[in-house]
């Protein structure tokens, strides 16, 4: 079993900025992708960055240059710094780690820490 439990999530005004981490624990394959996505009221969730062991990083396009994903891989921990925040970045923030092993894909979620953002 793995488990992600995040912390960071809160309240803060239009341009600020706001620091998520996320911890796995349990049976993790050692190349993995970890990342964060989120989810707004009455909207799907959306993919917000992710990187890979290896250190390669995707960014939805709404938050390239103002938030930074990074990990430590002998932690298992990834953050994601959050800048000139906008209220449209108001959501559940979740924690995702996924990977292949033996022909298998494993793909775990975080409970969610939310992220409201005031105009």
């Known amino acids: 079993q793995v488990q992600l439990v995040e912390s960071g999530g809160g309240l803060v005004q239009a341009g600020g900025s706001l620091r998520l981490s996320c911890t796995a624990s349990g049976e993790i394959f050692s190349i993995n992708t970890m990342g964060w996505y989120r989810q707004a009221p009455g909207k799907q969730r959306e993919l917000v960055a992710r990187?890979?062991?290896?250190?390669?990083?995707n960014y939805a396009d709404s938050v390239k240059g103002r938030f930074t994903i990074s990990r430590d891989n002998a932690k298992n921990t990834v953050n994601l710094e959050m800048s000139s925040l906008k209220p449209e970045d108001t959501g559940v923030y979740y924690c995702?780690?996924?990977?292949?092993?033996?022909?298998?894909?494993?793909?775990?979620w975080g409970k969610g820490t939310l992220v409201t953002v005031s105009s």
């Open positions: 995702n780690l996924a990977f292949y092993r033996l022909g298998h894909f494993y793909n775990y």
């Open positions: 990187i890979t062991t290896g250190g390669t990083t």
